[in-house]
């Protein structure tokens, strides 16, 4: 895990429909609730399904005047062709977080591979890996507090929704440390 910055900038690229756009908007409301300015902003393919998606969070302490990511301090790919368009950030030094279930295995100490669509599947929701990949890049990164991003959870879902989200926050904080 590393420590986190007083200005921070995460992308999470994957398919449409893995439900990052939700996990950026997340992750920027965490940051929020911890009094951090930020910045979130999305693009994905004309199809709403399986076409490139991304969410771009920037955090800081300070006010943010470039709205745009351009030194990012994590990436985190949930697709093979997310972890194409930003496998070269990584022979820069920043750390990728990738789905290894769905991407092929890349080299190199900032290739960092986790089974999230498996683990989220044998969590009982393949479509919920958004949330555990969200828990790992905040835990690998520290941006925000797994506390944070806990009572947004709480806030958003009930039932067994909510049980199921909080074992996806849990097995994501795992993940990060593995």
Known sequence: MRRARSHSEIILAGS????????????????MLEGKNVVQTQSYGIASR?????AEVIVDEEEIIFQQVRAPDCVLALSEEAAKKYESWA?????????STL????QGGNFIGRDFTRKASDLGNAGSV???????????TGVVNIASLEKLIRKR??????????????AGSELAAA
């Open 91 to 99: 022979a820069r030094g920043v750390p990728m977080l990738y789905d």
């Open 50 to 54: 399986g076409g490139l998606s991304l």
């Open 16 to 31: 449409g429909g893995q439900g990052l756009i939700l996990s950026g908007i997340m992750l920027a409301e965490a940051a």
């Open 130 to 140: 958004n949330i555990l990949a969200l828990a790992a890049v905040a835990a690998y």
């Open 103 to 106: 991407v092929a295995p890349r």
């Open 157 to 170: 879902f009930r039932g067994a929704a909510l049980d199921l989200n909080l074992e996806l926050l849990a």
